[in-house]
């Protein structure tokens, strides 16, 4: 009996080895499969960001007052930084609320400095105009859709309460 128990622990022993065997390979294999999900979001990334440039310079079109012109543009990961002049203070202003509130692909308008400056047209016409400082960030497509996809729902979720 005691041949017969001590030949059913080393089997159970062996088949113990063979399970932690597998078990290492697995968490090998989970590993690579975070490794490779992490790669094909940096892929998807992208091919997402790829089209950022564009999306920024015709929002910019779009939202930019008459009035405001810019001078400098730079961008760092998807924070943009902008700098330009005004005609007023207000034109500053309603840029900022387009730039909050009309499009998807910009967001969080943040005025850095704005400063009172004049511009010399001529050797005697001079202008009195309002440098600005002020930066925001880029939304990636995927963000852009969620966004447009929360925003119908509530369009949905406001226009079913109006009908009761």
Not at 8 to 28: D, G, H, P, R, Y
Not at 41 to 48: H, I, N, P, W, Y
Not at 66 to 91: C, F, P, W
Not at 121 to 137: E, G
Request: a neutral charge; zero cysteines; glycine letters at 2%.
């Amino acid at each position: 009996m005691i041949n017969a128990q001590q030949e059913k622990n080393n089997f159970l022993l062996q088949e113990t080895k063979v399970l932690e065997n597998q078990i290492k390979e697995i968490a090998t294999i989970e590993e690579e499969i975070a490794a490779l999900r992490a790669r094909q979001k940096a892929v998807e990334d992208l091919q997402s960001d790829r089209n950022l440039p564009v999306h920024l310079l015709s929002e910019l079109v779009k939202q930019l007052p008459d009035g405001v012109y810019i001078t400098s543009l730079k961008q760092a990961d998807r924070v943009v930084t902008m700098q330009g002049m005004a005609q007023s203070n207000e034109r500053v202003s309603e840029m900022l609320r387009n730039l909050a509130n009309n499009t998807p692909w910009l967001s969080k308008p943040e005025l850095v400095e704005i400063v009172a400056n004049n511009v010399a047209l001529t050797p005697r016409d001079q202008r009195r105009v309002s440098a600005f400082n002020l930066r925001f960030q880029l939304m990636r497509s995927s963000d852009v859709q969620k966004a447009m996809e929360a925003a119908s729902a509530a369009a949905q979720g406001a226009a079913t309460q109006a009908g009761k």
